[in-house]
């Protein structure tokens, strides 16, 4: 668990970029979206910024007695561009959360308070063929309780696979992220890679970052309405890991279930509302060589947000 954990840890910057990589494989030219349309080209760079808040609501922490609520504000960006006269694209990958935590009554003695999420990811695609992209490249994290040394929060390593169009509505892809997580050894985790477009006006792929949403192992189906409203669902496991302020390792893991409705106010500019359940959640706490000293699981709870993303 903990090697899925440290995985997750930093896919919102790897699924930010590799769901850029999956998009663009669907033609030579430009990537479509859930109803067909075209969204840019692949010729030119291009540049998102993605900007949102979350407020998970009240979780009764098991045998405890205790509740805890988190609300977490982020801000990713990604700058994409090919390299003149080559089949190279390079893409730079951001991301910061702000997490904030807050616990009554907790037989855990209040384990963290506000936690800092810095990730980052540098990702360079060759294109073989009309069918293979290959990628690779370095990804680097710190997460941090307030107070932390961050010199002892780093995560590291690398990144590298490939995507395939196995058809023109079908992308898929595999990978492995080679890193090495707070208090442990050197791992190398699989990662998968998905973009289908099923029917016009329905697209499923890998759940995308939002905030409060790490992206990574999950799936999104998106369903488009019309020219400016799509809906969309779908699941994620979300797994954080971080230093604490006294030395110790803090995690907490769940599944968030969720549904997001999407307005596009222009080609570029799209507004994102979402609420949904957070399940299966665990929080532990370990000392600074990796030892378990406490661990509960915690009640569903609801959580919403809203978001906004500008392209240019």
Do not use: C
Request: net charge negative; no cysteine.
């Amino acid at each position: 668990m903990r090697e899925l954990s440290l995985m997750l840890g930093l896919s919102a910057t790897l699924a930010l970029s590799t769901a850029v990589l999956a998009e663009s494989t669907f033609s030579p030219t430009r990537p479509p979206s859930s109803n067909g349309s075209v969204q840019g080209s692949s010729t030119d760079a291009s540049y998102r910024i993605l900007v949102g808040v979350t407020h998970q609501f009240d979780a009764d922490l098991d045998n405890s007695g205790g509740q805890f609520s988190i609300t977490r504000y982020g801000i990713g960006a990604l700058v994409r561009y090919p390299l003149k006269n080559t089949d190279f694209t390079l893409s730079h990958a951001l991301s910061y959360e702000h997490d904030q935590y807050q616990f009554s009554g907790t037989g855990m003695a209040n384990p963290w308070g506000d936690v800092q999420v810095l990730s980052y990811s540098l990702n360079a695609s060759y294109k073989v063929n009309q069918d293979w992209t290959l990628f690779a490249g370095p990804i680097a994290g710190v997460a941090a309780e307030n107070g932390a040394d961050w010199g002892d929060a780093l995560t590291f390593g690398a990144m590298a696979g490939g995507m395939y169009a196995m058809t023109p509505n079908l992308t898929v892809g595999i990978g492995a992220i080679v890193t090495r997580p707070i208090e442990d050894n050197w791992q190398a985790i699989p990662y998968l890679a998905l973009n289908w477009k099923i029917a016009d006006g329905l697209l499923l792929h890998n759940a995308r970052p939002q905030p409060g949403i790490r992206g990574g192992p999950g799936l999104e189906l998106v369903y488009t309405i019309n020219s400016q409203w799509e809906l969309a669902g779908g699941f994620a496991y979300d797994a954080r890991r971080f230093r604490l302020d006294n030395g110790n390792v803090g995690q907490n893991t769940s599944t968030p279930v969720y549904a997001r409705l999407i307005y596009s106010a222009s080609e570029d500019l799209s507004v994102s509302l979402m609420g949904g359940v957070v399940l299966g959640g665990e929080l532990r706490l370990e000392n600074r060589n990796g030892d378990d000293i406490s661990s509960t699981d915690y009640d569903a709870a609801p959580f919403i947000g809203a978001s906004v993303s500008y392209r240019f």
